[in-house]
């Protein structure tokens, strides 16, 4: 017995549990923030999924710096299921009107699914109006029918009616449902809301028309008296897909493209149109991959055996009987097993004392390497020996880059306590610690361990080794020994410009000289990275969210997870698009090849931010206006409107002649052409000017070869000072003129 007891109590060990198996494609990125992006789809490489159709962008669409997955620009996808569906988010059209009737606000939405093999799911998905007198149309030229199809929801009602989930949508509720054909793949659909005049419509001030998901929609959301509530209206509408419009029997005759992989098989959808792959029976996984239909673990269900031990072989299983009995485990098992053979055994209290010895000292050493190996591990999987090999080649200054023990991070941010968070971002959170000498310091850990995230935390190592500039914030070390990779800075007390700039500060408001320090400071670390650094860096995600500002609320950019450093003889890297909608550069959305002249659009965003105290992105601002900044911006330019968006304390504190200067600067900055923007260079010695408050009057005469010259003065007033705005010859700092576009 005692041979055998320590083997039994070893085994039921507790063993670290496998990781589930991937239903993405073998080196791509499983999931965009919480969506999982199972194969045929793909994300960040075109090479990840099945093909164009199925390509999504994952795109980093709002300040707190979520990644966000994309169908287009304005869908995005919230649930992929390998059953063949998708589910969007789609805005409502909505009317609204006085007690007058008169129409005061609408939306008309309209979306395409394009050509590939997506289709709205009839099943599914039901149109809804909800409203008084409320009239939605929805409309939609399909080819599949020859004609454009037409589809009408009346609702009506006389008096306030609290719709319930229980209650149905009758049209004289309020509300009403109908049904769309199969098949569509575009919709437009638009509502009207005009009031009887025998009734008093004040508790309905608005008509709603959207499609929504049978399954999530809840009718007692959308009450008479809702309003709408611009971003977060969204329905969810699922979208079916197939992989290919053909037959099964076409499918694989064509061995080359056939989608299914082994022990999959061919199915049809109910629409009929096109196929799907499944799992064979007895299999499970992802059957689009080539090995991803696993064969089941049937003594992982529920009791196979009624007694014994299963045992699975080659997709099989047996039931085996314990020690000392015989017979079918499946059914039950006779003779009174191990219990008989042992019951004649004494247990002696010293043996059984030191048998809990043994195992305890063995538990310890068990313990302790498996420590040691995990901390190996770790600093193998977050990217130890990719570091290393940045650090042997030469490139690195190894001296300013600390390694820290675990342990000491762990007791400085009181175990990473949830009151000690700083922010949070699109690689990982931010912790506030102070080192046992009394030292403050920033911790941040990383959300996500992946090959993608795990490079740009070892990037951002590297770069910030590099840089020694008083406006970028200093690294001062790192451990790798944890389950999620840290990065060890400097503690800036005073929070982001972003906050600084949407969340003031009434003690100590943003002033138009602030404004400008601020701006040059970021402008001349820039400057630094793109020339001055022992190599090329550039940023490529500059916004007011990634600006810190010290406690004299000095500048300091930060988070360096996705810049990249260039040789000398490059002038560009060719790289997916990263980056954060409303300071995204449009040129390089367009040709994935990102400049120095994509951190000068960045900036520009920022320059305006600061003159306009606006956010980069604004559901605030009307579609005329422009949802970005920077249209918004370039409009007021345009049409002499320049002072009508300006912050209050812009106009109040600052110089108009210095105002038009910095706004001239940041919409050269914000140039569609990259070539016609200034360099980091020029911008920053212009701010210098400004800020010196010295009066500037530059040459017209520019040599650059350009066609167009964009805008002109706003009024007479300003002529003579931004009429041709740059540095002039004489400059100690640049032989040529700046620019001649502003």
């Known amino acids: 017995m005692w041979v055998f007891l320590p083997m039994m109590v070893l085994s039921l060990w507790p063993v670290a549990a496998s990781t589930a198996r991937s239903a993405a494609k073998p080196g791509c990125q499983e999931k965009c923030g919480n969506v999982s992006v199972p194969y045929p789809f793909g994300i960040l490489e075109r090479s990840c999924a099945m093909n164009d159709y199925f390509f999504q962008y994952c795109i980093t669409s709002n300040n707190e710096g979520h990644p966000e997955l994309l169908y287009d620009a304005n869908m ?13 988010g789609i805005y409502p059209a909505f009317s609204c009107s006085n007690e007058s009737g008169i129409e005061t606000d609408s939306f008309l939405q309209s979306f395409n699914l394009g050509s590939g093999p997506f289709m709205l799911s009839d099943t599914r998905n039901i149109f809804t109006a909800t409203g008084c007198d409320t009239s939605a149309r929805v409309t939609s030229s ?58 008093n419509y004040s508790f309905n001030p608005c008509g709603f028309g959207f499609l929504a998901d049978k399954r999530s929609l809840k009718i007692s959301d959308w009450p008479l008296s809702r309003t709408p509530i611009l971003g977060r209206d969204a329905t969810d509408v699922v979208i079916e897909w197939v992989v290919e419009n053909k ?16 022990n999959a098989d061919c199915t049809y959808p109910e629409s009929g149109q096109g196929y799907r792959c499944s799992c064979n029976e007895g299999f499970e996984g992802n059957p689009y991959l080539k090995e991803g239909c696993q064969d089941i673990d049937e003594c992982k269900g529920e009791k196979p055996c009624q007694e014994g031990t299963c045992e699975n072989t080659n997709g099989n299983y047996k039931c085996r009987c314990p020690i000392g009995k015989y017979g079918n485990g499946k059914i039950g098992c006779k003779g009174h097993g191990i219990i008989t053979i042992i019951s004649g055994v004494g247990v002696g209290f010293g043996a059984l004392l030191f048998l809990f010895i043994g195992l305890w000292w063995v538990y310890k050493v068990f313990k302790r390497k498996r420590c040691e190996k995990l901390k190996k591990k770790y600093f193998k999987r977050n990217g130890g020996l990719l570091l290393q090999e940045q650090l042997s080649s030469g490139e690195v200054n190894v001296e300013k880059i600390k390694m820290f023990p675990s342990k000491e991070l762990d007791k400085a941010t009181d175990h990473y306590n949830e009151n000690r968070t700083l922010g949070q971002g699109g690689q990982g959170t931010v912790y506030k610690g102070m080192l046992a000498d009394g030292k403050i310091i920033a911790v941040k850990k990383s959300k ?49 410009l972003f906050q600084f700039l949407h969340d003031p500060n009434e003690e100590f408001p943003l002033t138009w000289e602030i404004r400008v320090r601020i701006a040059t400071e970021v402008a001349g670390a820039l400057f630094y990275l793109h020339s001055a650094a022992s190599i090329a860096i550039f940023h490529r995600d500059i916004k007011s969210a990634n600006i810190l500002l010290d406690e004299k ?24 698009v990263q980056g954060t909608f409303g300071y995204l550069d449009p040129e390089y959305f367009q040709s994935s090849q990102f400049t120095d002249k994509s951190d000068v659009y960045s900036f520009g965003v920022v320059l305006v931010e600061l003159l306009t105290g606006q956010k980069a992105i604004s559901f605030t601002r009307s579609e005329e206006q422009g949802r970005s900044l920077a249209t918004y911006f370039l409009m007021a330019m345009e049409s002499n409107c320049l002072f009508d968006i300006l912050d209050p304390q812009v106009v109040k504190q600052g110089k108009k002649e210095d105002v038009l200067m910095v706004a001239s600067l940041a919409r050269s900055c914000l140039r569609l052409n990259g070539k016609e923007r200034p360099t980091m260079k020029e911008v920053t010695m212009v701010l210098e000017r ?18 167009e010259v964009m805008g002109a003065p706003w009024d007479a007033t300003s002529t003579s000072t931004i009429s041709s705005f740059g540095i002039s010859a004489s400059s100690s700092l640049d032989e040529k003129p700046l620019l001649h576009t502003y």
Not at 148 to 175: A, F, M, Q, R, W
Not at 247 to 252: G, I, L, N, P, S
């Open 553 to 576: 609320y000095r500048a300091k950019v930060a988070d360096f997870g996705t810049s990249r450093s260039v040789s000398v003889d490059q002038t560009h890297v060719t790289t997916l």
């Open 448 to 496: 996500v361990i992946d090959e993608g995230n795990l490079r740009q935390f070892i990037n951002e190592v590297v770069i910030l080794s590099q840089i020694n500039h008083r406006n970028v914030v200093k690294l001062l070390g790192c451990c790798l020994e944890t389950e999620l990779p840290l990065l060890v800075y400097e503690f800036i007390p005073n929070g982001t």
């Open 142 to 199: 399909e080819s599949t029918y020859g004609a454009t199809i037409e589809i009408s929801c009346l609702s009506s009602c006389t008096e306030y009616v609290e719709k319930t989930d229980e209650n149905p949508c009758s049209g004289y509720s309020g509300c009403c449902h109908t049904s769309i054909p199969k098949g569509l793949k575009s919709l437009d659909y638009s509502v009207s809301n005009r009031k009887s005049a025998f009734y």
């Open 690 to 707: 400004i800020q010196k408050s010295e009066n500037l009057i530059v040459q017209r005469e520019i040599e650059y070869d350009r066609k």
């Open 247 to 262: 037959t099964c029997e076409q499918a694989k005759a064509n061995t080359s493209a056939y989608a299914c992989g082994a």
């Open 76 to 88: 995005s996808i919230s649930n992929i299921e390998l059953e063949g569906t998708v589910t969007v």
